[in-house]
């Protein structure tokens, strides 16, 4: 493998290699950089070059977006992607990029080619936040993309997205969380008791779903978080939490109670169809023996009816999960054991999600230390 090198103004130098044929366009590859310094510079540059084409990188030049972002997908789903996400990206794929894209060559994919894109998206009527959903994955393809050697940059670093206006976060009252309670409590559905949960202890959808009984010590008054189910195309997926790592969870006498309970109406409801309650049983199921949990989309189903009931539409499942983040920092509870309670990786996602009920903390803690006796103020 040879290449080339011709000085295109003083200091300035051309090199080339030819990078092999590309096996989907039969073609032969050439690869051009400029190197600023002198012709020893240049020469030193050019065997790197050909060293590392030697070696397999810089291959595939002339893929497209769309063969690209097929391989990106394939990739995801070696690394364990969960399917909800997989489909996610295929559907985003399908709809928006293929499109725009497909059809353009990685090299002469251009940050301009992605800023028209975006325009474009806004206009249509797209929000700001779903044409950012389209950078990032877009961005993710394209530096792996980079990892595997068929673009030297990213061309989506220089892109400039829509920014997003920052939302606050807006958790259900304590009021309007007892009116849940009671509304599926009058009714006698067992969902009562995961709702108790969801807002005690900030747990996602398809983490109460997943817990078994064998994860909890009521004795010792904790939990443990170590799966999540999803459901994707009416199959259940069982998978690790979002974080891909399992914790503890401390529980309030209150949980506690509510959690005895409901793991005696369990017990006699196994009894009543004949059956016993397996250690391992799930704590929320429609079977009798527990051997199967709830559908993660049929509890979003049972949560929307009673709220339409009460006239709460604007409560989702998921605000349970703030309403938790949100009396912890009321409480002032530190980023920290919240962030670890939340299963969130990053304390900073945290602090973002919750930074206006941080910050009333942060005013309480200070009228507390205002109130302390130090003898008044310091005299001159």
């Known amino acids: ?4 090198i011709r000085e295109r103004a003083p200091g ?5 290699v030819r990078s092999g044929r590309n096996p989907l366009t039969g073609r032969y590859a050439q690869i051009s950089r400029s190197v600023r310094g002198g012709k020893r510079d240049a020469e030193i540059f050019l065997a790197r070059l050909v060293t590392e084409i030697a070696d397999g990188g810089h291959q595939g030049t002339d893929h497209t ?31 928006r990029l293929r499109p725009a894209f497909g059809s353009t ?64 976060v807006d958790p259900p009252t304590t009021a ?14 067992e969902l009562a008791s995961m709702v108790f949960a969801a807002a005690t202890t900030g747990c996602r959808r398809g983490e109460l779903c997943a817990l078994r009984w064998s994860d909890v010590d009521l004795e010792r008054a904790t939990l443990v978080v170590s799966h999540s189910i999803s459901e994707t195309g009416g199959q259940l997926v069982v998978k690790d939490p979002k974080t891909h790592r399992s914790r503890r969870l401390a529980l309030d006498p209150s949980t506690v ?55 709460l539409d604007r409560v989702d499942f998921h605000h349970l999960r703030h309403f938790a983040a949100t009396t912890l920092a009321g ?36 009228d507390v230390m205002g109130r302390l006796a130090l003898g008044g103020a310091p005299r001159s």
């Open 12 to 16: 300035m130098w051309e090199v080339r």
């Open 257 to 311: 109670a509510m959690l005895q309970q409901h793991h005696g109406r369990m017990v006699e409801r196994a009894e009543r169809f004949g059956t016993g309650l397996a250690a391992d049983a799930f704590i929320w199921s429609q079977e009798p023996d527990g051997s199967a949990p709830w559908r993660p989309n049929r509890v979003t189903e049972v949560f929307r009816s009673t709220r339409r009931q009460l006239g």
């Open 65 to 95: 977006v769309g063969y690209l972002l097929d391989r990106w997908v394939e990739h995801l789903e070696a690394l364990g992607r969960s399917p909800s996400t997989i489909n996610g990206y295929r559907s985003l794929i399908r709809a």
């Open 176 to 189: 309007e969380v007892i009116r849940f309670l009671r509304e599926l409590e009058r009714s006698g559905h």
């Open 105 to 168: 060559e990685l090299r002469r994919l251009q940050p301009a080619d992605l800023d028209r894109f975006y325009r474009a998206l806004i206009a249509d009527g797209l929000s700001p936040l779903s044409v950012r959903h389209c950078h990032a994955a877009l961005s993710t393809a394209l530096r792996q993309a980079v990892k595997w050697g068929w673009i030297d940059r990213s061309p989506a670093e220089r892109a400039t997205p829509p920014p997003v206006p920052r939302s606050e």
């Open 331 to 366: 409480a002032g509870i530190d980023v920290r054991t919240i962030a670890g309670r939340l299963g969130h990786a990053d304390p900073a996602v945290t602090l973002r999600t919750y930074a206006h009920f941080l910050e009333a903390a942060d005013r309480q803690a200070a």
């Open 1 to 4: 493998m040879r290449g080339t």
